[in-house]
Nanobody, 124 residues
């Protein structure tokens, strides 16, 4: 059974940092991982993605320079290091798997499997 599990969310003050983890299991084929977030009353927003095979990464403009995505393939885990957090980063963060070598960026329907999400709250 394919499964994605996020962890690492929490409450942090503005300017602080958090590192989210996404651990995958059950995959027998290559996949890329994307991070998405959804704030209350807003649509789900793409944040970043990484091709686990090539290491190629992409970022939304809203997080570029503050967030870093990385992959530890031996642990089947992708991380999202979030620095200089702002109150507007408050959301539930989801990781999602995009089957294939390259990530599809912000193409929502290209993502095939989703985790349950982890809450990130940034206080001002």
């Amino acid at each position: 059974e394919v499964q994605l599990v996020e962890s690492g969310g929490g409450l942090v003050q503005a300017g602080g940092s958090l590192r989210l983890s996404c651990t995958a299991s059950g995959f027998t084929f290559d996949y890329a991982i994307g991070w998405w977030r959804q704030a209350p009353g807003k649509e789900r927003e793409w944040v970043s993605c990484i091709s686990r095979s090539t290491g190629i990464t992409e970022y939304a403009d809203s997080v570029k320079g503050r967030f870093t995505i990385s992959s530890e393939n031996a642990k089947n885990t992708v991380y999202l290091q979030m620095n200089s957090l702002k109150p507007e980063d408050t959301a539930i963060y989801y990781c999602a798997a995009d089957l294939g070598t390259y990530c599809s960026g912000s193409s929502f329907y290209e993502y095939d499997y989703w985790g349950q999400g982890t809450q990130v709250t940034v206080s001002s």
